[in-house]
């Protein structure tokens, strides 16, 4: 049980055109989820808290209007890259929050912006 | 300010070696830590949750211990299957239920 999906696991796109990332939890109903980057050999790093029916909640320094995120189901939350540049290129992971305080994470999406 | 960090960075081990990784925390109203492995070019996996000094949790041949200020993953008997960077992340949101994340220990269990 807790199995979180992503799509896609991998995505090459040209600088200035928008990427999206769907987030998954497919045996359970998530009202949180997180997304998170990572960079190599870097630990993971909170870019926001989205809450099904509501606006997500951004970290400090994460940019609203370049990483949109909509939570419309107990299942699906999505990341879209508006306007992606190069240093947007990073691992995104999400996780989906069971229970009371357990996060389970997606296998992640590469992004390479070009 | 809310930290944790994570020994050692790197750990090499012989297969059936056993040993242990540190994690120290320093958060306030701490509601939980988590441990977690992650594989190259993958998502996180949930291995525990300790919720109070003193708790131990154990799986295969991991046991997640918990004590105020630190945490320990004890490694028994390490097969070459068990190598993977492991994470531990305080849960210090509160009712966010925000996790920081160590940069992690990257274990290599050699056959």
């Known amino acids: 049980g807790a199995v979180v999906s992503q799509h896609p696991s991998r995505v090459i796109c040209k600088s200035g055109t928008s990427v999206k990332i769907e987030c998954r939890s497919l045996d359970f109903q998530a009202t949180t989820m997180f997304w998170y980057r990572q960079f190599p050999k870097k630990s993971l790093m909170l870019m926001a808290t989205s809450n099904e029916g509501s606006k997500a909640t951004y970290e400090q320094g994460v940019e609203k209007d370049k990483f949109l995120i909509n939570h419309a189901s107990l299942t699906l939350s999505t990341l879209t890259v508006t306007s992606a540049h190069p240093e947007d290129s990073s691992f995104y992971i999400c996780?989906?929050?069971?229970?009371?305080?357990?996060?389970?994470f997606g296998p992640g999406t590469r992004l390479t912006v070009l | 300010e809310d930290q944790v960090t994570q020994s050692p960075e790197a750990l090499r081990l012989q297969e059936g070696e056993s040993s242990s990784l540190n994690c120290s925390y320093t958060v306030s109203g701490l509601r939980g830590l988590f441990w977690y492995r992650q594989d190259p070019g993958k998502g996180p996996e949930f291995l525990f949750t300790?919720?109070?000094a003193g708790e131990e949790k154990e799986k295969e041949r991991l046991k997640a211990t918990l004590t105020k200020k630190e945490s320990f993953l004890h490694i028994t008997a390490p097969k070459p299957e068990d190598s993977a960077t492991y994470l531990c992340a305080p849960n210090y949101g509160g009712a966010t239920n925000k996790l920081i994340f160590g940069t992690g220990t990257l274990l290599a269990v050699q056959p």
């Open positions: 300790l919720y109070s």
């Open positions: 996780s989906a929050l069971l229970a009371s305080d357990t996060q389970y």
